[in-house]
């Protein structure tokens, strides 16, 4: 998938307090957003954010003015981000700066996808300095470049097929058994029968 579909495809990009983006595509997409919410202290990596949700638990002095604070702790701040998004109408939305750092934050993170995409049914990505997580469900065709590394995150199907990867999916039961697929050609299809998560390099 080019990168400028993924820029134009979502409506507010979170900007989450873990590594800040170091490669093209997430920085492009924080660039180009047509608004950006920043996760507490991930503001001050980009100053100009449109919002600023969280706790107040990690931000400096000079940006507490435009906090939105949101005290409750059964939700991390990027789910308080995401609710924030919700109840402007924002339904399209690209996470960035989610990973590295602690690694509990990185896999609770990358968890939440999938809670964003099953409970909430948002239409999410999340970028990463590497590729990116997209969830689904059911027979989903997907963009790719040929030798284009992918991985799969079985999330409770019982089907999971592939066509157009070189090793043929099954329904994995552990996580790592669906890494370091590899794309055959532009496309691939993944017939499925609940959530999955899928992974894409760039």
Known sequence: MRSEKLVTAVDAVILANGDFPTTELPLQLLREAHRVVACDGAVRHWPQADAIIGDGDSISAEYRHRLIQVDEQDDNDLTKATRYCMAQGWRRIAYVGCTGRREDHTMGNIALLMRYHREFHLDVLMATDHGWFVPATGPQTFCSLPGQQVSIFNFGCTRLQST??????????????????EALGSKFTIEADGNYLIYRTY
């Open 164 to 181: 157009g990867l070189k090793w043929q999916a099954y329904p994995y039961q552990q996580l790592w058994q669906g890494t370091l697929n």
